[in-house]
């Protein structure tokens, strides 16, 4: 099955520097590529996500790169700012197949002011 | 408001006696799912369901049971808890198999 990992687990960064978190998947049939994030106390929320036709995807200060020939896919936040602190997950799963969701194991982004 | 529920969002138990957690969404999704989130394992998912009356095992389905006798509700159950289930446990439901809406979470501590 498929399996996913993250790295780093823990990242610190200052306020305005970007923070770059990677993952990569074992199955080559993945397509889809969420990455959601995490407050304290809070429940996981979607940021973005890719699918397997596209390479790169932006919304503002973040965006998603996939590489499907090494089978790994990044999240890039810019100018980071205290309130992008959070856990950060990435995930895959093949849609069309109705495969579960794979997380991998989070990466804890601690952004100082 | 379009949201996920889940219920209890808390609860401490006893080892062996029986639990159920419920989850309800109002967004008529087809697809809902289980998690357990423990300290730097992630989140693993326990069952899917792709739609009524249809559930299937994700990662780590051992010591628990679920249903989809409607839509709406996907109940969690634990028939014998033990303290190895002892976690925090999201419900999420989506439309297709992508953006997922998670519940707030129940905190569930057996002894």
């Known amino acids: 099955g498929e399996n996913v990992e993250q790295h780093p687990s823990t990242l610190s960064v200052q306020e305005g520097d970007s923070a770059v978190i990677k993952c990569t998947y074992s199955?080559?049939?993945?397509?889809?590529f969420p990455w959601y994030k995490q407050e304290l106390g809070k429940r996981p929320q979607l940021i973005i996500d890719?699918?397997?036709?596209?390479g790169e995807k932006k919304d503002q200060r973040i965006a998603v790169t996939l590489n499907k020939t090494a089978k790994h896919f990044s999240l890039h936040i810019t100018e980071t700012q205290p309130e992008d602190s959070a856990v950060y997950f990435c995930?895959?799963?093949?849609?069309?197949?109705?495969?579960?969701?794979?997380f991998g194991k989070g990466t804890t982004l601690s952004v100082s002011s | 408001e379009a949201q996920v529920t889940q219920n209890p969002r808390y609860l401490i138990t006893v080892t062996g006696k029986k639990l159920t957690v419920t989850c309800s969404q109002n967004?008529?999704?087809?697809?809902m799912s289980w998690y357990r989130q423990d300290p730097g394992l992630g989140l693993r998912q326990i069952y899917y369901s792709m739609n009524v009356e249809v559930t299937d095992k994700g990662d780590v389905p051992e010591g628990y049971k679920v249903s989809r006798k409607e839509k709406r509700n996907f109940p969690l159950i634990l028939e014998s808890p033990s303290p190895n289930q002892t976690s925090l446990y999201f419900c999420a439901s989506s439309f297709g198999l992508d953006e997922q809406f998670f519940g707030p979470g129940t905190r569930l501590t057996v002894l």
């Open positions: 890719i699918r397997s036709n596209v």
């Open positions: 967004m008529n999704h087809e697809y």
């Open positions: 995930a895959a799963s093949i849609i069309q197949a109705g495969t579960a969701l794979i």
């Open positions: 199955d080559s049939a993945s397509n889809y």
